[in-house]
Nanobody, 120 residues
Framework: QVQLVESGGGLGQAGGSLRLSCAAS????????RGWFRQAPGKGREFVAA????????DSADSMKGRFTISRDNAKNTVYLQMNSLEPEDTAVYYC?????????????WGQGTQVTVSS
């Protein structure tokens, strides 16, 4: 059974940092794209960032470039999202995802999400 499990969410302060992790099990994703999405209250799901299998190519939403960094450790089957300069608008449930192809929309595997709340 394939599982993606996010961790590292919680309460952060504006201007601060949080690091999310997403560990995969049941399948090795070293060749797959890993992505992060988020969904704020009352809003649709929003693409955050993605990284290719080798970790040498990334894509990030414009609003998060320079603040959020995606990385991966294939030996640990884990992807990370380093979030710096947090803003209250970053409050959302953050989901990790995985798929063979790089995109900002269609992913086959999804985690259950982790809540990030940023206070001002």
């Amino acid at each position: 059974q394939v599982q993606l499990v996010e961790s590292g969410g919680g309460l952060g302060q504006a201007g601060g940092s949080l690091r999310l992790s997403c560990a995969a099990s049941g399948r090795h994703f070293s060749s797959d794209v890993r992505g992060w999405f988020r969904q704020a209250p009352g809003k649709g799901r929003e693409f955050v960032a993605a990284i290719n299998g080798k970790g040498d190519s990334t894509d990030s939403a414009d609003s998060m470039k320079g603040r959020f960094t995606i990385s991966r450790d294939n030996a640990k089957n884990t992807v990370y999202l380093q979030m710096n300069s947090l803003e209250p608008e970053d409050t959302a449930v953050y989901y990790c995802a995985a798929d063979p192809l790089m995109s900002r929309h269609c992913y086959t595997y999804w985690g259950q999400g982790t809540q990030v709340t940023v206070s001002s």
